[in-house]
Each structure stands twice: as C-alpha cells, then as structure tokens.
C-alpha cells in the first residue's frame, strides 16, 4: 500500500467523505449522525448486522487511534472512554482493526 496514503489525516479525511455521500446516498436529515467506533472484526460485523447503512474501513493498527480521534474531531464529537469489562481476567485485550461507523436511529428490520 502506498505510504501516503497511510497516514491518519489521509484516511480520517477519506473516511469523513465516504460518511458524506453515504449520508447524502441514505437521505440523511440534518438532526442524524454517525456514530463511530473503533471495532474488532467481530464487532464490525455485529454493527453491520444491527445497523444500516455502516461505514467500515480498516486502519492499520498504528494509525487507527489516530485516524479515530481525527475523524471524531472533524465531526464534533466528544470520544468516550470505552471502558472493557473483560469477563476472564486472562483474556487477550481486543484487537481493534476497523473504523465503523452507524446511526443507531437506523436499525435493520
């Protein structure tokens, strides 16, 4: 992949415009917004099954927290401490690969 194309302020802008025409593609109305999160695949794919639309795209590990914070500044939004309660104490901390984002007024019926 080109390194250019790799950095946070890259990808959190091609991100805002792929949330953009996804908006405008689904009839938006000015009071909806995106929700978005850091995911684990498995958590991407529940997102995508409960919402729809959903925006994904994969951030390389060492640009993700970035990119997050990037996008959730161009948006206007505060980012929320997600505190994980882990049910085993030995389990491996998540993996987070992807920016998802949802409107969660719009679930998939």
Aim: no cysteine.
């Amino acid at each position: 992949m080109n390194n250019d194309k790799q950095t946070a302020k890259y990808k959190a802008s091609e991100y805002i415009y792929d949330l953009g025409n996804t908006a405008l593609e689904n009839g938006f109305k000015s009071d909806e917004h995106w929700e978005v999160q850091m995911a684990t695949a498995d958590e991407k794919k529940a997102f995508e099954k409960q919402y729809y639309p959903t925006v994904s795209t994969s951030v390389l590990p060492e640009l993700l927290s970035a990119t997050f914070t990037l996008v959730k500044a161009q948006l206007n939004q505060v980012i929320k401490e997600r505190v994980a309660t882990p049910l085993d104490r030995f389990a491996p901390e998540p993996v987070y690969q992807y920016l998802v984002a949802f409107n969660v007024n719009r679930v998939r019926r």
